[in-house]
């Protein structure tokens, strides 16, 4: 079946004992197994059966079929956040004396969590500026790499094909955090990738009302991040929430299609405009990253990202008179958000990473949301207009 089919199918069946057709949310935190028998079938994984909802919960379980499917993988797992997912995979899959590669930039709470968390489990910690500087340098005792092939927040690209052959050579296994594309858009199990991870906080529940994470891969890799991620760190998703990001799931497709129309019209309006420097949109010809992405996947998203034309105080004046644009960090979310990196999600870092990085005093990012294009340009116009 086709991936929209898929996103509203997969992974649902009318509930047995009701029929109930949406997936029921299964409130308790342990199942009855009835017998010493069963029990001890359960706890030795000889049944099917739920014995604790922290290992699994069926609302849980229906979500992860949906999401295996719509990434091609053997198995999907869901967990709390995104920063579950990551903390479950590298704990998962590293162990003291492996080399741990990443290429900048990654996601702020990534970056912090290999750095300062789990260099203390004993793991070496190399950054590469970008696809060709890790295929070029890449180390010969590398374990796992960690990308993402749409950067936050000046939307560098990573192309997934040059991260997959140089981690081929060193046999390295390759995780591709795809939070800003969704699998939608770009399915890197598909061309080789090992695991593949969101934050389901954004585009995949798509409302901004939960925080949730996502793991997909193939079974042998699965079955130990899953271990780590639920027994060990205790992480498991709660079945509400669980509920409200598989109802988003099944609207991803048609929320997506509005975020990149919409985004496209915005970049466009934003490409003409005086007070804008700089434009960061990868559907443009002119960003360097556009070829990759036109040829890997098959849309470049919601977000967009601009120089306004001065420092601090101009990028201030203008987004402190948006009015349809919340002032917000995250992104994904139906409404559209406006973010100031260099002040906020990037402030931990220091002047002369930023600098580095290109997050500039005067970048905003924009999370494109799906209200009429019409709408956001027009706010868009006016607050440029008080600049
Ligand atoms: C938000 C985000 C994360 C972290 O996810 P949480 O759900 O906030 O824990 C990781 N990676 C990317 C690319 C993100 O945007």
Known sequence: MKFRTLSIH????????????????????????????EGQARFAGQNPGYIYSRFANPTTAALEQKLAALEGADEALVVASGMAAVSAIMYALTNAGDEVAFIDPVYGGTDAFLRNTLTRAGVTLSRYSSDQDFAERVKANTKVVLFEPITNPTLKVIDTRIVVEAARKVGALVICDNTFLTPY??????????????SGTKYLSGHGDIIAGIVAGRSELMQKIRTVALKH???????????????GVKTLTLR????????????????????VAKVYYPGHASHPGHQAIADTATGFGGM??????????????????LHLFAQAVSLGDVESLACHPASTTHAAMTAEDRQRAGV???LVRLSIGVEDADDLIADLAQALAKL
């Open 10 to 37: 997969a992974g649902q069946q009318p509930d047995p004992s009701t029929g109930a057709l949406a997936t029921p949310v299964y409130f308790t935190s342990t199942f009855s197994y009835g017998t010493a028998e």
């Open 185 to 198: 858009l770009f399915r890197p199990l598909e061309i080789g990738a090992d695991i593949v991870m969101h």
């Open 233 to 247: 760190i205790g992480s498991p998703i709660g079945p509400q929430e669980a509920y409200l990001l598989q109802r």
């Open 256 to 275: 997506m299609d509005a975020h990149i129309d919409n985004a496209r019209k915005v970049a466009d309006f934003l490409a003409a405009q005086p007070k």
């Open 304 to 321: 967009v990202a601009i120089d306004i034309e001065g420092g601090f105080a101009k990028a201030a004046v203008f987004l402190n008179n």
């Open 360 to 362: 500039s005093d005067n």
